[in-house]
């Protein structure tokens, strides 16, 4: 079974910090991604990496970077928290195969910024 | 761009109902559909796809039928559990896309004896 290891599933930091999530897939897959679930709006896609050292832009990446510099691994960096970024995130990893293949997502780590 | 609708929870039913959650799309090309759940304190998990038109996908006693001639993929199961109490999440990935997907608002269901 593929498993997404999120860090922390709970964290608490204060405005105009420096925060890292962190996560990691056991499954050699090549694409990554950060996703925020908030009410309401779904999940919508902050940065996806296809490749170590590679990243994109998703849908709302501004106040966010990432970080792959191993394939299992992938950040991402909040350089400065501020309140609007309260919020669950969540993790996914997939494989780039000739069949679609589904996103395996980590369990959330829901952050509060005070 | 590429698009998801789904209809607005939560839905509340009781034990062995019938469960249909709409959800449409809007999206050039030809995208895969999916459902995937989100059952309270975890993450998502896929509940099935669907990649052309006329696909049926199924699991855990759960269907949706890819339509492309009314861009949608209802999500059905004939008699429902409390065990099925989540948010359901339709979402499409289309092609060339790098395996993004977009994801609808989420469906809460809660299920009562």
């Known amino acids: 079974d593929v498993k997404v290891t999120q860090s922390s599933r709970y964290l608490v930091k204060r405005t105009g910090e420096k925060v890292f999530l962190e996560c990691v897939q056991d499954m050699d897959h090549e694409n990554m991604f950060w996703y925020r679930q908030d009410p309401g709006l779904g999940l919508r896609l902050i940065y996806f990496?296809?490749?170590?050292?590679?990243?994109e832009k998703g849908d709302i990446p501004e106040g966010y970077s990432v970080s792959r510099e191993k394939k299992e691994r992938f950040s991402l960096i909040l350089e400065s928290a501020s309140t609007n970024q309260t919020s669950m995130y969540l993790c996914?990893?997939?494989?780039?195969?000739?069949?679609?293949?589904?996103?395996?997502f980590g369990d959330g780590t829901r952050l509060s910024i005070l | 761009g590429d698009s998801v609708t789904q209809m607005e929870g939560p839905v509340t039913l009781s034990e062995e109902a019938f469960l249909t959650i709409n959800c449409t799309y809007t999206a050039t090309g030809y995208p895969s559909l999916f459902w995937y759940v989100q059952y309270p304190g975890e993450g998502l998990q896929l509940l099935l796809k669907a990649t052309k038109a006329d696909d049926k996908g199924s699991n855990k006693g759960f269907e949706a039928t890819y339509r492309k001639e009314t861009t949608s993929f209802h999500l059905e199961k004939g008699s429902v559990q409390v065990s099925d109490s989540a948010v359901y999440f339709c979402a499409l990935r289309n092609t060339g896309t790098a395996s993004k997907l977009t994801f609808g608002t989420g469906t809460r269901l809660q299920v009562t004896l």
């Open positions: 990496s296809y490749d170590v050292k590679m990243k």
């Open positions: 996914a990893s997939s494989s780039v195969d000739r069949e679609i293949q589904p996103q395996h």
